[in-house]
């Protein structure tokens, strides 16, 4: 009797901290086909503007682009899954030959991946397909991936947290 009765007050904790995107704005560490930084705002109740710099210190891997996402919470607001697209521009060096020779590409930029956010921590992985507009060769679709681990600079309240306030206001 004990178990479930400290299983159910564990998931009563747990929920208001688990709660489709709980920031206001989010800054953070990109890892995908080289390091970079990224940054995400939100400018509506579920779409942010995201933009990632990936200056290609590494490996010769430049990435740049900005990419409007909509959110779709899946179990609470701070688990979610989002679709999007916008404009990149990547440039790549290849030393395959003793003569770098460098290409690249602009177009248009799709997104889908998913995020989780526990205190001010945000925890994202995507996948980007990338569709060539304009550059070098004759390949049209490319693509890259990430991890970005963001520190939560301004928050949003939960739904929770705004119903007690209300509910316990001085009158």
């Not at 990435?63 to 179990?75: K, N």
């Not at 304009?134 to 600079?153: A, D, E, H, P, T």
């Amino acid at each position: 009797m004990k178990i479930p009765c400290l299983t159910a007050l564990l998931l009563l904790l747990t929920i208001p901290v688990l709660t489709a995107q709980m920031y206001n704005t989010s800054g953070g560490v990109r890892i995908g086909d080289d390091f970079g930084v990224n940054f995400a705002q939100r400018i509506a109740n579920k779409n942010t503007i995201e933009v990632i710099l990936q200056p290609g210190t590494f490996t010769g891997n430049e990435m740049y682009a900005a990419l409007l996402r909509q959110h779709y919470p899946l179990i609470t607001k701070r688990i979610n899954f989002y679709l999007g697209g916008g404009v990149y521009t990547r440039s790549q060096v290849l030393t395959s030959t003793d003569i770098p020779v460098s290409t690249g590409s602009t177009g248009l930029a799709l997104t889908f991946g998913g995020e989780l956010t526990v205190g001010r921590f945000n925890l994202s992985t995507d996948f980007l397909p990338l569709v060539v507009m304009g550059g070098k060769g004759n390949q049209r679709f490319q693509s890259s991936s990430g991890v970005s681990i963001r520190y939560v600079m301004w928050g949003r309240e939960s739904g929770f947290k705004k119903f007690f306030k209300k509910f316990f206001r001085k009158k």
